[in-house]
């Protein structure tokens, strides 16, 4: 029995759209374009690390592949989730997403993507692109080939705390001044529909994908909507945003302490805002804004103590 959480060092990328905001989570960014924190991440394409313990220096794929009894024994190729922390200083590219059916004949096997979005803060006014107006598939395919980019996407106010569920074929990006923590499917497969005639660092423009966007996209385009769910238990609010076949994602508001007990095959913790302490069989281990805790499949009970907000994803 593991009684001690895995902290996990974060994955750093720079994106074209990227900025510096990352740097308040007291991570030493690379650069001041710093676009995205791979949190929990067991992909090709980055892969975070254990930073103390019996584990230190252990890739969450080898823990997935080697240590399986820390998952509760799950079946499954590859670890079912990425966590990222996005910072949009700019507009981020309008994109859709393939399900696993299309990704695995279309993208040699890879997984579909399906995500969510918790808006830990932003600025005034700030908008993300969520579903189309289109009504067909004739009539989506026609106002992209004429570029009606306004009359097409669909444009939604958001406020730190808002929760957004991005089902694959969902039109979508995150606008600038937003800053997300987005839990997905581990998959890397993205189509890029439209981005603003916007060039890269070499005066490129990046590669458009719009014969595969149009055939995954759903239409027509309605809006998800899930029902919000409460628990308090002591001095913790527990929010549930969304249960689904991919994953389920919630908030912790801890305000004091609080006695808890881990019965699912893993939970992945990312602190946003605040301190605490958890403290498991005699095991006391701090956390603080910007950590990345994953408590293994038979942590059994726990307490919580401190002032935090957490975001946490689990099967």
């Not at 598939?137 to 992209?144: A, D, F, G, P, T």
């Not at 103590?305 to 689990?314: K, T």
Request: aromatic content about 12%.
């Amino acid at each position: 029995m593991m009684t001690e959480p895995l902290f996990f060092k974060p994955v750093f990328k720079e994106r074209i759209w990227g900025g510096t905001a990352l740097a308040d989570f007291g991570y030493h960014i690379p650069s001041e374009r710093t676009g995205e924190c791979w949190a929990f991440a067991a992909h090709k394409n980055g892969q975070s690390i254990v930073q103390s313990g019996m584990y230190k220096g252990f890739t969450l794929c080898e823990l997935w592949d080697h240590h399986r009894h820390l998952f509760g024994h799950l079946e499954g190729d590859r670890f079912p989730l990425l966590t990222k922390i996005l910072d949009a200083d700019q507009d981020l590219s309008v994109q859709v997403h393939p399900n696993d059916e299309f990704a695995k004949i279309h993208e040699n096997g890879e997984l579909g993507k399906t995500e969510c979005w918790y808006i830990i803060d932003c600025e005034k006014d700030a908008e993300i692109i969520y579903g189309h107006n289109a009504k067909t598939k004739e009539e989506l395919s026609s106002m992209i080939e004429l570029g009606e980019w306004d009359e097409l996407l669909r444009r939604v106010k958001v406020k730190p705390g808002d929760f957004f569920y991005v089902p694959s074929g969902t039109v979508h990006a995150i606008g600038k001044g937003i800053l997300v923590l987005e839990t997905q499917q581990n998959s890397d497969t993205t189509y890029r529909l439209y981005d603003y005639e916007r060039k890269d660092a070499e005066g490129k423009l990046r590669e458009l994908h719009l014969e595969k966007s149009i055939e995954v996209i759903e239409v027509p385009s309605i809006p998800d909507r899930q029902s919000v769910h409460y628990e308090q238990t002591d001095d913790l609010l527990t929010t549930t945003f969304i249960e689904c076949a991919y994953f389920s994602v919630g908030k912790w508001s801890l305000s004091g302490s609080a006695r808890l007990k881990q019965q699912k095959p893993f939970l992945l913790v990312s602190v946003i805002e605040g301190e605490g302490r958890i403290i498991s069989d005699g095991s006391v281990n701090r956390f603080k804004k910007g950590d990345h805790m994953l408590l293994p499949y038979g942590f059994g009970e726990f307490k919580l103590e401190g002032q935090a907000e957490c975001i946490v994803s689990y099967l």
